[in-house]
């Protein structure tokens, strides 16, 4: 997969998009979750047609159905917008994080440097306060990345850990 680039308001730069990368074992468990919400949703259903051809006046029966199509429902929509829709984004000010309907915002001004980590491959963005992330995207799109950002905000900087730094770090 690669990054996509659209068309931003002019006077702005492009937004510039990076999938997540996820393990194939995060991705077994999120199909998984939905596999078993839709199984849940199923089984409910079937529970469900039992209840209607006997009494129905129960109000603790009606909304024990409805809390339970709405965690199946609920739980597929999690689970796909993750699969979907996780990524980040960079506009000409912003750094925006999308995992499924979650989305949060940082400010590109706040941040102070990125780090290469050649030890355990990673990159990762260091912010005002000593606050960091890790970037999960392909490693091959680490460049692309980094420079996408140094575009939007030349006074961010940019370093290579060694496996040996990196150790030494670990150790404090």
């Not at 999938?19 to 078993?36: D, E, K, M, S």
């Not at 849940?40 to 009606?62: Q, R, V």
């Not at 999690?78 to 940082?106: C, D, N, P, W």
Request: glycine share 6%.
């Amino acid at each position: 997969m690669q990054t996509v680039k659209e068309r931003a308001p002019e006077g702005q730069g492009a937004v510039k998009r990076f999938p997540f990368r996820f393990t194939p074992f995060i991705c077994f468990l999120l199909i998984l979750g939905v596999a078993l919400c839709l199984a849940s949703f199923g089984l409910t259903t079937w529970y469900f047609t039992d209840f209607i051809k006997g009494d129905i006046s129960s109000a603790y029966e009606w909304i024990k159905y409805v809390l339970l199509y709405g965690v199946s429902v609920a739980g597929t929509v999690i689970f796909l917008s993750i699969l979907i829709r996780s990524e980040y984004l960079l506009t000409a000010q912003k750094l925006r994080i999308r995992f499924g309907v979650i989305v949060s915002s940082y400010d590109l001004k706040s941040i102070r440097s990125v780090k290469h980590l050649r030890g355990s491959d990673k990159l990762a963005v260091y912010f005002e306060r000593d606050k960091y992330m890790m970037i999960v995207v392909n490693p091959s799109w680490y460049d692309d990345f980094v420079k996408s950002l140094l575009e939007r905000n030349p006074k961010i900087g940019f370093d290579f850990v060694t496996a040996e730094e990196e150790q030494n770090l670990r150790k404090k």
